[in-house]
């Protein structure tokens, strides 16, 4: 098994060998006794962790030394984990040492047990951060104009949209609101030959019906009361390129008749007109209702769906989206950081609220929890609270089956930061087999080697 390294700052010899009998099983020990030798440490090994004691020389009474060799380390390699050791009384300079980036504090005496909890966490957002940073360096091969994803299901989604695009092929985008269903239309209307040709959006269940036909259509001069001129409609104004057909889910069953005599003949004629007009729009269309389930009420005509549906796209909800959460919600923070010229990152019980939350409102509400935790923080770091999201403790019955898949994805997550992504290892530590666990990371997605 591959353990974190840890580098301990420590001049008490009696406390060094206290921590090497209790830590040495988990992690791989470097020592320094003081500032200046920890910052050589840090640059030569690169450790993952740092267990630093704040009284240390010259004047081991005194936080200062300790926290000015914080400071150091924090500026030298802040991706490294620091836990602080304080001594009797030493709230305020846990406070000042948190304040200044380190991930955790403990109190002397040392209760090894609970040192090595909070080791083992730093430890674990240590290797989930990295992989973030993996994530961000390969992020050019797997961008789809903003979207961010590396997990399997959504890189087939990139792969599919790759060699349909080009094609004039109609696409049903299907997925939970919020999943980034518009974001999907406009890549593929951006990665065809459409491109330079303009992208009308209308959403259907936004417009009441008798408005919505003329929208789409477009209507003749006198067509109607307050007709006083003829209009062209989406679909005439998509000429050439792509028309995007949001909640497609909500058309009247007449509208569906005309839409599914528009994908036949691509031929429409406007409302109140004779002539039939040809015109040369892709569609592409989306919904977050169950179509196939709509087709069975009767409320969506068959014949309609299987036009639609040509290439059929599925969003997973954020929430089955794995490693993917976290790496968006790095790149909102990102973007709104720089907005905001703040300079945050998120805090550890951020990072968890954001992995165990559930996102009904998907990416968008991620967005929006992002942007609200980048105006509420009171440190240079984003808590859960500042997030506005709650978590639940409690699954309800309802959600059972994904509670449990929840915890069981949570748990495979845990045993590879623990094992740095060592199958063997991980599956001993999950008293499962070798073939459990590779089950296990296909189903939820998950990159052993990230782990790394
Ligand atoms: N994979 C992604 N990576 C980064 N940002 C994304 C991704 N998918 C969606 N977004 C962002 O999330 C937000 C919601 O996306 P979008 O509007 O495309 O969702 P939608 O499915 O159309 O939602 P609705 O059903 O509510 O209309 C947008 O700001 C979009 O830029
Ligand atoms: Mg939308």
Redesign the pocket.
Known sequence: MIKPTLLIVEDEELICTQLKDGLRDDFTLLFAEHGREALSALKREQPALVCLDLGLPPDPESAEPGLEALDQIMKAAPQTKVVVLTGTGGRVSAIRAVQLGAFDYHHKPIRLHDLKVALQRAAYFQAIEADVEKQRAGEAATRCE????RTSA?QEIFAVVSRIARTDVTVLIQ?E????????ARAIHSNSSRDRRPFVAINCGAIPDTLLESELFGHEKGAYTGAHVQRKGRLELAEGGTLFL?EVGEMSALLQVKLLRFLQERAIERVGGREVLRVDARVVA?T?KDLKAELQAGRFREDLYYRLSVVNLT?PPLRDRGEDIVL?AN?FLQRSDKQHRRKLRFGSSALEAIIHYAWPGN??EL?NAVERGVLMARTKFIEARDLGVEVKDGPDLASLREARNRAERNALVDALAKTRGNITQGARLLAVSRPTLHGLIAKYQVNARDFR
Do not use: C, P
Not at 178 to 184: D, N, V, Y
């Open positions: 903003g979207m961010l994803g959504i997925g609101s919020g999943t980034g269903k518009e974001l999907l949001d989306a977050n969003l968006i790149a990416i968008r967005e």
